[in-house]
């Protein structure tokens, strides 16, 4: 919990930037966790194509990781922008 900011007109104003805030922090986790999982499927698919000698699978699997690296990334960004 944060302590109230000075500045702000009333409890209301402050309870409302509060909330958005707290919004964004679980919008921001909830894109970590899809990215995670995304990354994992890939890996799943890029083993089971390897296993049954499917390149396009094992290919899928490999840019479905790749893509969730970037993702990763993008989100490391933002955790430093805000701080």
């Known amino acids: 919990?944060?302590?109230?900011?000075?500045?702000?007109?009333?409890?209301?104003?402050?309870?409302?930037?509060?909330?958005?805030?707290e919004r964004i922090r679980t919008m921001g986790t909830d894109d970590?966790?899809?990215?995670?999982?995304?990354?994992?499927?890939?890996?799943?698919?890029?083993?089971?194509?390897?296993?049954?000698d499917d390149e396009e699978l094992e290919a899928e699997g490999q840019t479905d990781q790749a893509k969730s690296n970037v993702k990763q990334a993008g989100e490391k960004i933002k955790d430093v922008f805000k701080g």
């Open 32 to 52: 970590k966790i899809d990215n995670k999982a995304e990354e994992f499927q890939g890996k799943a698919k890029e083993t089971v194509g390897k296993a049954t």
């Open 1 to 21: 919990m944060r302590l109230p900011v000075a500045g702000y007109r009333n409890a209301w104003q402050q309870a409302y930037l509060l909330s958005t805030d």
